[in-house]
Structure formats: C-alpha cells, structure tokens
C-alpha cells in the first residue's frame, strides 16, 4: 500500500514539474513573438521618409507618419484592436502599452548612441531611425510562475 501512495506522490511532482517546464517554454515562445512585433513595428516606422524633406536632399524620417506605421505593424503582428488590446484569438490576454517611441532624425550626428536610461535601453544609429519599447505580459496557462512582463525593445535604421 505504502508503494502506491509513494507512487502516486511521484507521479504528482513528476506533473507539476512537467507543468512549470511547459509554461516556461511557452512564456518564451511568447517573448519571440513580441520580440519579433516589436522589431517589425520599429522597421515599419523607420522607413517613413519625410518627402518634403527628401526633396529638399534631406533624408528624414516622419515622426507622424513613423508612428502611425509602426503602431499599425504592431497591432497587425500581436492581433490588437485600436486600443492595443488584444483581438479574440490573440495569444494575450492584456492590453499592450507603447512605454517609449523615439524618432532619431537627421539634426543628429551619427553614428549615435541612443539610451533610454527609464527602460534600460541602448541602441547604435548609423542613420536616422526609430526606437521602440513596448510592455507586454505573458498569459500564465497553468498559474504556476509569477505573472511575467516584458518591456520589449527594438530600433531600426532607415534603409537606404
């Protein structure tokens, strides 16, 4: 009788152990997918030439419109409606916040070393660029580890 019950205590580690394995790896899983929004969102933005500036012989990036695309790339990679919360089917479960956007332009001297001491954040420009930090929280399956959030970072560079 002692056997079974020793057993059945194994068996019961063996499955909350498994348990906090398998969330783990899906917390990963989803920090690669915000990691990968988050860069998507920054190139979009970086790639906004200001045209009034361009024909000028200026090479610029639009904040505005840097902004609007980045925010639509995000919103498009992480399934999130208008409001940055997230669409039915989405793997979140909260609301994403844009914590920093930062446009690095052409009054600039690059290369330029961009930090954001709030968030940790540095980044080398060799060109006008973008910068992007988002806060995202894991969706815990099992509630086995703490509650995770990540402000997720990303810059790019206009591509010429």
Do not use: C
């Not at 894991?138 to 580890?145: A, E, I, K, T």
């Not at 990540?150 to 206009?158: D, F, M």
């Amino acid at each position: 009788m002692y056997k079974l019950v020793v057993y059945m205590l194994v068996l019961a580690v063996f499955t909350l152990v498994f348990a906090l394995q398998a969330e783990r790896e899906m917390a990963m899983q989803a920090l690669f997918r915000a990691k990968r929004a988050v860069n998507y969102a920054a190139h979009a933005g970086a790639q906004q030439v200001d045209a009034a500036k361009l024909s000028a012989g200026i090479v610029a990036i639009d904040p505005a419109a840097a902004e609007a695309a980045a925010l639509t790339y995000l919103r498009a990679n992480l399934q999130l409606d208008e409001s940055n919360a997230p669409l039915p089917g989405s793997f979140l479960r909260t609301r994403v916040d844009v914590l920093a956007f930062d446009v690095v332009n052409e009054t600039t001297t690059f290369p330029y070393t961009y930090s954001n001491g709030a968030y940790g954040f540095t980044a080398q420009l060799r060109q006008p660029g973008v910068a992007l930090v988002a806060r995202v929280e894991y969706p815990r399956l099992f509630s086995l580890l703490p509650p995770i959030v990540w402000n997720v970072k990303g810059a790019a560079e206009l591509v010429r």
